[in-house]
């Protein structure tokens, strides 16, 4: 079940291209159709952060010279406004210091022209399940955060006392209700957030915001 799924949001996986060389942005579509996946070609980083973010898994490819703002400033930007994005850095112009500064800020791969379609398919496989992992990640965080949301008050005061092993009788006491009112709360909590032990619950609270 959980391949089928991967397989599935694969084949809507999308793979942005940037680069200023329309010959190349050409050759990298159609490399990227053969490979399975949706390219997206721009010829400018300013034409790539007009589009909007994407919620499936995806990479980018990202020439290192453009005009403008260039692969490295571009960088930067991804990392604060889309900072699930991985980045594949191509360029005919690499040197040591350009490619330490681009791998130390994130980028899963920095490949200098001419390098083999095996090599790009390899960096784009590996960048696609990282964005799928980060993708799968934050929809837990998601779907734990609902659950949350869905508490009163007072379960979640119980909550956060008995994940810190305060007893029931202890939590009555500093609550000011009786103790089966408390078990009724705890109840509550576990059936809400959907867990099936006190053990689980305790794990995923450090997961919430206080």
Known sequence: MAEGLLAMSHENAIVFVIDDDVSVRESLELLILNGGWLPETFESARAFLSRPRVSVPHCLILDVRLPGLNGLE????????RPDMPIIFITGYGDVPMTVQAMKAGAVEFLTKPFSDTLLLDAIRDAIDRSDASLRREAEM?????????????????????????????????????????????????????????????????????
Do not use: C, W
């Open 74 to 81: 571009l960088q930067k930007r991804v990392a604060v406004e």
């Open 142 to 210: 998601q779907a734990l955060r609902d659950r949350y949301a869905l508490l009163s008050r007072r379960e979640r005061q119980v909550m956060g006392l008995i994940v810190r092993g305060v007893l029931n009788k202890q939590v009555a006491h500093e609550l000011g209700i009786s103790e089966i009112t408390v078990k009724a709360h705890r109840g509550q909590v576990m059936r809400k957030m959907n867990v099936t032990s006190f053990a689980e619950l305790v794990s995923i609270a450090p997961k919430l915001d206080p």
